[in-house]
């Protein structure tokens, strides 16, 4: 008989579970959102199937809105991901007051 | 003649730009880990070549470090992008004093 080898499940549970709550789904839309940016359409017709998520996660607008960025000049030249971070780092900086 | 179909080319200037960027690269590097962290291994595997980092972006103890997140039981059971989303939301409620 053939020996099961330790592969990856037809059905990723870690994955499943973290996509089913709200900030799961938003990290994955972002991904997936980054992808379309890139046009990394070979990446993306492999992500959809290995995630289970054809028919696709939130769009940028929702997004954006979800995450109270509001699309402007500065934001639209680049990924999502790209206003998260520099808002996440400016956090750390601290305020400018007090 | 063959006509020239609008295909994504060899080079991805765009991105290209952006990986050469401090912030790109670290939006890249949380996109790859996130990948990681749930074994999207085929996704992996065409995301690679179709970026060009073979060599790897930043790893996971790089990128906490980079972002001040220390690491601790809440931050170990999901991808490193979960906790990036997690204080991004947190700004957007704002402070809780004045």
């Known amino acids: ?10 059905v990723n549970e870690s994955l499943k579970k973290f996509l089913n709550t709200k900030d799961g789904r938003l990290v994955a839309s972002l991904v997936a959102e980054f992808l379309q940016f890139f046009n990394l359409d070979f ?11 054809f028919q696709g996660l939130e ?5 954006a809105r979800d995450l109270g960025i509001i699309e402007a000049e500065g934001t639209v030249g680049g990924p999502l991901l790209l206003e998260v971070i520099r808002r996440c780092q400016q956090k750390e900086k601290g305020p400018a007051t007090g």
């Open 43 to 53: 990446t993306l017709a492999v992500f959809q199937p290995e995630t289970s998520t």
């Open 59 to 63: 769009g940028r607008e929702n997004l």
């Open 1 to 10: 008989q053939e020996k099961v080898e330790n592969k990856a499940p037809l």
